[in-house]
């Protein structure tokens, strides 16, 4: 809420009004509250960001008092020429496309059975919850061991001992898209209890009598979702969505700590940390970070615009 001062009579404007203490006091304070938040904001956010702008356009030298020439564009040429940097943008698409569809899904059916009266629903929804809060560095360990390409890594016991599928242990972690089975895998169950969450957030403040309204008109449960619960939570749907695009998209510890980037597997911010962190080349790697906040920014407004749109429609 904004505190305003009230209009100044032309009368007394004229004959030389002043504001009071008081009413310097109701303008300034929303300053008070706005101000140290931005002050974190700029030294966080906006400071790094212009600095990797900045690095991003030079052939940056980290010697002390050492020159770094201006560049200009040619960073950014030539990542969108690097066919790795391509692959890491394909690698990212993937898991994004993967992931955020399924962890919507499944987390939108989990909140319906846990907004209904589900005996220890409370238990469920803290299990459900569980691998948000857990390290990522933990939970990716975990799953590079249940990937592990000897036969006791649990993937490889299931395939052989139990499915019956294979006759030798699989090397998930030695070929592109097997490797991404197992990264998808943990992105998608450590997310669902997020997106279960957020929806089942919504869902509570579906209002009963909708509910009740629709099913003396007769209709059954997947009429009513249809019908009551999915329009009333469509926000929430978009921005579920929106930001597990983000997210997927600046995938990193599960990459870095499962692969490493090798053989292929390679994302944007792996290969950024990777240029900057090995091999020093600290231009190229902010131009890469800084190609990937415009192609996140881009199709945040894309998918902003799009669900407004069809949310008018």
Sequence with gaps: MTATVPPVPRAAAAAGWKPTASSRRSTLAPWAFILPGFIIYAVVML????????MSLHEWSIVPGADSPWIGLDNYFRAFNDPEFITSLVNAG??????????????????????????G??????????????????????FQFIFSSSAEGLANSLLIDVLHVADEPTSFFLNRWTAYIAICALGIWKGLGWS????LAALTAVPKELHE????????????????????IRSAVA????????????????????????NDTHVPLTMMYE??????????GSAISFSLTIIVLGLSAFQYWWTKRKTKL
């Design 213 to 232: 309204a629709a099913a003396l008109d007769g209709a059954n449960a997947w009429q009513r979702f249809r019908n009551v619960s999915l329009p009333a």
């Design 196 to 199: 279960m969450l957020i929806f």
């Design 94 to 119: 993937v898991y994004t496309a993967v992931t955020v569809p399924i962890q919507m899904a499944i987390g939108l059916g989990l909140a319906l059975l846990l907004n209904d009266h589900l005996p």
């Design 239 to 262: 921005t579920v969505f929106i930001l597990l695009v983000i997210g997927g998209f600046n995938v990193f510890i599960s990459v870095m700590l499962m692969t490493g980037g090798e």
């Design 121 to 142: 629903r409370t238990l469920f929804r803290v299990l459900f919850y569980l691998p948000v809060v857990t390290s990522w560095v933990v939970v990716s360990l975990l």
């Design 47 to 54: 400071y790094p960001a212009v600095q990797t702008l900045n």
């Design 275 to 284: 240029q900057g962190f090995r091999f020093f080349d600290f231009g190229y």
